[in-house]
C-alpha cells in the first residue's frame, strides 16, 4: 500500500459498512429519482454553481502554492461565470476557452511537504488520511455558503446532486469487488499520492499486455443498462444458499444466453456488462453470472471448499445454470428460445469443458445449442506459469530503482485514467510495466479467492489469523503466493483427501484431454487472439485441427481479451451464436 499505513482497519472497516449501507440504501435510490426528475440541464447547472461559488478556496490555495496562472485564470473564470454565467449557473468561461485548474488545502499541504501516513475512512465522506480530512475541514471552512446560514442547504443541494450522477458507477463497484474496502484503499493510496509521473519509456514494449490494458476503456453505450435487468436470486439444492444472478428479458420470445466470467469475474463486471448490453441489443436475452473462483459462488453455490478441479467447477456451474433455466422457465413461460453459452477466459475453458462432457449428463441436464468460447486457456499450467512470471516482473529492473519505479507505474495508471489517450495512442507503458499490471490484478484476485476459501474453512496453510475486520497482514502474506503455490499448499492436499489424484488434475487441467470429445460436438465455437499469451505454442493449431478452422474465428491481435469491445469481436460473437 506504499507508504500510507492502516492501523486503524477495524474502526475503518466498520465506517466503511456504515458507509455503505447509506449509499446504497438511501442516496443511490433517492439518486436515481433525483436524476429522473430533475433534466440533465438543471443539473448541470447546479453543477457549475457550486464549482462557481467555491472560487475563494480555489484561489487562496493557488496562490498559497506560488501558481498565479492558475490564480489569475480561476479569477476570470469566476468574473466570467458570475456575470455572463447568469451567478455561475451556466459555464461560459469553458465556452470561451479559459482555462480551468483545481486547487485544495490538501494538495496545498501535499506541496508544502505533508505526506499522508495513516489510511482513514471518514463517516459520509469515505475514504481518505489525516492529510486530507485537515484538508477537507479547510475547503469547508473556505466555502462561502457554509457561512451564511440560508444558504447551507445549498452546499448539501450541490453534494447530493453531484453525488447522483456517480453513485450507480460506486455501487457496481463495491458489488463486483470482493473486498471493496480494500480495493477501495488501494485506489485511493494511488490517486492521493502526490507527484507527476515520468511518462517516458525507458524499455521496449509488449504488445499483447498492452493490448489487453485495453480493456479498462470498454464503456457501456447505455449507462442505465445494468439497472434495466433483474437482479434475482435461486435456491441451490446442493448447498441450501441462495445465489444471485441478473437477467435482461426480451418482451418477446428470443433465444437464451448465459454469459460466464473469467477468474474471479463478477456478473455485474464491466466485461461481462458490455458483452450482454451487445447481445441484448441484438435480440437475445441475457443472464449473466459469477465466475466459479468468485468469493459471491464460493460461498453460496460450489460444493466444495476451494475451486480448482474442474470437475467439481463444471458441476457446481451446470447445477447453477440449470436452477436458473428452471426459475426463468417459471417466470417467463413461452419466453426462453435456444439456449446458449458464452464463457470467456476461464469461463471460456469452462464451457468447453462443458461442451466435451455434454453426453455424460444426465438427460434431463441443461442442453446448450452453441458453446462459444473466448480467449480461452488450453492447458491452465501454462496460464498460471505465465501469470506467476508477470507478478514478478519488476524483478528485472535494479534492486535500487526497483520500488521507485513501481511508484511511478502506479502515478502513470492514475494519470492515464484521468486523462485517456487517444484512440489509436499507445499507452505508455513498457514491458515490465504491463507485464506487472497484469499479473498483479491476477494476483489479487488470487488474494480474495484464497482469503474466501479459508475464513470458509481454514486449512491453517496461511500464517497470519484469518479474520474478516483486519485483513492486512494476511493480505500481504497472500499475496507473496504464486497461483503455484495455491495449487500445491491447499488445491492439491484437499482435492487428495477427496481421492483426487495429482494425475487427475494434469488430465482435467488440459483441454487437450477431450480432444475427441470436442472434435465430435458440432456445436462448439472459439473466439481467441493469435497473440494471447495464455496460449501455449500450438495451442491455437490445436483449436484448429480439433473443431475446424471454420469453427475457430482468430484475430492477429488483442492479447488476452484486449479487443473484446471492438466491433469486429462484437460482430464474430453473434456470428458464433448463430
Known amino acids: 500500500?506504499?507508504?500510507?499505513?492502516?492501523?486503524?482497519?477495524?474502526?475503518?472497516?466498520?465506517?466503511?459498512?456504515?458507509?455503505?449501507?447509506?449509499?446504497?440504501?438511501?442516496?443511490?435510490?433517492?439518486?436515481?429519482?433525483?436524476?429522473?426528475?430533475?433534466?440533465?440541464?438543471?443539473?448541470?447547472?447546479?453543477?457549475?454553481?457550486?464549482?462557481?461559488?467555491?472560487?475563494?478556496?480555489?484561489?487562496?490555495?493557488?496562490?498559497?502554492?506560488?501558481?498565479?496562472?492558475?490564480?489569475?485564470?480561476?479569477?476570470?473564470?469566476?468574473?466570467?461565470n458570475t456575470t455572463a454565467g447568469v451567478g455561475g449557473f451556466f459555464d461560459v468561461a469553458t465556452r470561451w476557452?479559459?482555462?480551468?485548474?483545481?486547487?485544495?488545502?490538501?494538495?496545498?499541504?501535499?506541496?508544502?511537504?505533508?505526506?499522508p501516513q495513516t489510511y482513514l475512512m471518514l463517516p459520509v465522506f469515505g475514504p481518505s488520511d489525516?492529510?486530507?480530512?485537515?484538508?477537507?475541514?479547510?475547503?469547508?471552512?473556505?466555502?462561502?455558503?457554509?457561512?451564511?446560514?440560508?444558504?447551507?442547504?445549498?452546499?448539501?443541494?450541490?453534494?447530493?446532486?453531484?453525488?447522483s450522477t456517480t453513485t450507480s458507477d460506486l455501487v457496481r463497484f463495491i458489488e463486483t469487488s470482493a473486498d471493496s474496502y480494500e480495493d477501495g484503499k488501494l485506489l485511493w493510496v494511488h490517486s492521493a499520492t502526490p507527484g507527476t509521473p515520468d511518462m517516458s519509456l525507458r524499455g521496449p514494449l509488449d504488445l499483447p499486455t498492452l493490448e489487453t490494458l485495453g480493456l479498462a476503456k470498454i464503456r457501456l453505450r447505455d449507462r442505465d443498462f445494468p439497472e434495466n435487468g433483474r437482479r434475482l436470486h435461486v435456491r441451490m439444492d446442493s448447498t441450501g444458499r441462495r445465489v444471485p444472478f441478473n437477467c435482461w428479458m426480451q418482451k418477446n420470445p428470443a433465444p437464451l444466453v448465459y454469459i460466464n466470467p473469467g477468474v474471479g469475474g463478477h456478473r455485474m463486471a464491466m466485461l461481462i456488462l458490455s458483452i450482454a448490453e451487445h447481445l441484448f441489443e441484438n435480440g437475445y436475452s441475457v443472464v449473466t453470472t459469477s465466475s466459479a473462483f468468485h468469493p459471491e459462488f464460493m460461498d453460496n453455490a460450489s460444493t466444495s471448499h476451494l475451486p480448482g478441479y474442474p470437475p467439481i467447477d463444471r458441476a457446481d456451474l451446470m447445477a447453477l445454470f440449470k436452477t436458473i433455466d428452471e426459475k426463468l422457465e417459471s417466470d417467463y413461460p413461452n419466453k426462453l428460445g435456444e439456449r446458449s453459452m458464452i464463457g470467456y477466459s476461464m469461463g471460456g475453458f469452462h464451457a468447453l469443458h462443458l461442451a466435451a462432457t455434454e453426453n455424460q449428463r444426465g438427460a434431463d441436464s441443461l442442453r446448450f445449442s452453441r458453446y462459444v468460447a473466448i480467449n480461452p486457456p488450453v492447458e491452465l499450467s501454462y496460464g498460471v506459469k505465465k501469470l506467476d512470471q508477470y507478478a514478478l516482473a519488476p524483478d528485472a529492473w535494479p534492486a535500487d530503482e526497483r520500488d521507485s519505479r513501481i511508484d511511478n507505474m502506479f502515478l502513470k495508471a492514475v494519470y492515464i485514467a484521468r486523462n485517456p489517450p487517444a484512440p489509436g495512442e499507445i499507452i505508455p507503458f513498457e514491458a515490465t510495466e504491463s507485464k506487472f499490471l497484469i499479473g498483479l490484478s491476477f494476483r489479487m484476485v488470487l488474494?480474495?479467492?484464497?482469503?474466501?476459501?479459508?475464513?470458509?474453512?481454514?486449512?491453517?496453510?496461511?500464517?497470519?489469523?484469518?479474520?474478516?475486520?483486519?485483513?492486512?497482514?494476511?493480505?500481504?502474506?497472500?499475496?507473496?503466493?504464486?497461483?503455484?503455490?495455491?495449487?500445491?499448499?491447499?488445491?492439491?492436499?484437499?482435492?487428495?483427501?477427496?481421492?483426487?489424484?495429482?494425475?487427475?488434475?494434469?488430465?482435467?487441467a488440459d483441454l487437450k484431454t477431450y480432444s475427441r470429445a470436442l472434435s465430435a460436438n458440432n456445436k462448439v465455437r472459439i473466439i481467441t487472439n493469435a497473440n494471447d499469451f495464455i496460449h501455449a505454442p500450438g495451442d491455437v493449431r490445436w483449436m484448429k485441427n480439433t473443431l475446424g478452422s471454420e469453427n475457430v474465428h482468430v484475430f492477429s491481435n488483442g492479447g488476452h481479451l484486449g479487443n473484446l469491445a471492438q466491433p469486429e469481436t462484437q460482430a464474430a460473437i453473434l456470428r458464433a451464436l448463430r
Open 1 to 80: 500500500m506504499g507508504a500510507m499505513t492502516d492501523p486503524l482497519e477495524p474502526m475503518n472497516r466498520g465506517i466503511w459498512v456504515a458507509n455503505r449501507g447509506i449509499l446504497e440504501n438511501v442516496i443511490h435510490p433517492s439518486g436515481r429519482a433525483w436524476r429522473a426528475v430533475v433534466p440533465e440541464p438543471a443539473r448541470n447547472s447546479i453543477k457549475h454553481f457550486a464549482r462557481n461559488a467555491t472560487y475563494p478556496g480555489r484561489v487562496v490555495n493557488h496562490m498559497l502554492q506560488g501558481r498565479w496562472d492558475g490564480a489569475g485564470d480561476e479569477s476570470v473564470r469566476f468574473l466570467t
Open 97 to 115: 476557452d479559459i482555462p480551468k485548474s483545481n486547487a485544495d488545502f490538501a494538495e496545498t499541504f501535499m506541496h508544502w511537504g505533508w505526506r
Open 130 to 163: 489525516e492529510c486530507h480530512a485537515v484538508g477537507l475541514a479547510g475547503d469547508r471552512f473556505a466555502d462561502p455558503l457554509n457561512h451564511v446560514d440560508s444558504l447551507r442547504y445549498v452546499t448539501a443541494v450541490a453534494s447530493f446532486n453531484y453525488l
Open 447 to 508: 488474494r480474495d479467492m484464497v482469503f474466501a476459501s479459508q475464513y470458509r474453512n481454514n486449512l491453517g496453510v496461511l500464517e497470519n489469523p484469518v479474520s474478516n475486520w483486519r485483513r492486512d497482514a494476511v493480505y500481504q502474506e497472500i499475496l507473496g503466493y504464486r497461483y503455484e503455490d495455491y495449487f500445491v499448499k491447499m488445491v492439491v492436499p484437499y482435492y487428495a483427501g477427496r481421492g483426487v489424484k495429482m494425475a487427475d488434475f494434469k488430465r482435467e
